[in-house]
């Protein structure tokens, strides 16, 4: 995933595409070192970057478009440290540990960063006049619906009264 030269959109298009059921790479690591535990908050936080479009980021301001960038390069981090991990070499379980530490709150970290473009982008997502043009229609049409009900009960209602 590494590549200093793709802008911050296109990053996070390529987080937004990535693979990550791979990464614990258990046949690679073996049963002591394989990091299967990192594959699911992995996921978890990578859905986080699903959310907002690429395209949205034109919309952001200056420091929120760093947010991003910031969260994105978190994310990419903890992504190529994952999938370069290697057991040989000084402190291999600890490393893992660390790297499973990471992964495991990479989701909060995350949505923490990034909550207010997720709520900027649902909010220009929504067409709330068509959602206020569509309520509209359905309470007509309830409405419409009770009168007719009601219309054809009381001519009922009447021959109990009467009788």
């Not at 949205?56 to 390069?73: D, G, I, S």
């Not at 359905?138 to 009922?156: A, F, S």
């Amino acid at each position: 995933m590494p590549d200093d030269d793709l802008n911050v959109s296109q990053r996070l298009s390529k987080i937004q595409g990535s693979e990550l059921s791979g990464i614990g790479r258990r046949d690679d690591l073996g049963r002591t070192y394989y990091l299967e535990d990192a594959v699911e908050p992995l996921q978890k936080a990578q859905g986080v970057f699903r959310v907002p479009p690429a395209e949205l980021l034109h919309f952001l301001t200056p420091k929120w478009h760093r947010v991003v960038e910031q969260a994105t390069a978190e994310f990419e981090a903890i992504f190529n440290n994952t999938e370069s991990f290697e057991p040989s070499g000084d402190n291999a379980t600890g490393r893992r540990e660390d790297l499973l530490s990471r992964a495991r709150v990479s989701f909060d970290h995350t949505f923490d960063k990034l909550h207010p473009a997720i709520a900027y982008a649902a909010a220009r997502r929504t067409d709330f006049k068509a959602l206020d043009h569509e309520a509209r229609e359905l309470l007509k049409q309830l409405t419409e619906g009770v009168n007719k009900y009601l219309g054809c009960l009381q001519p009922r209602c009447s021959l109990l009264v009467a009788a």
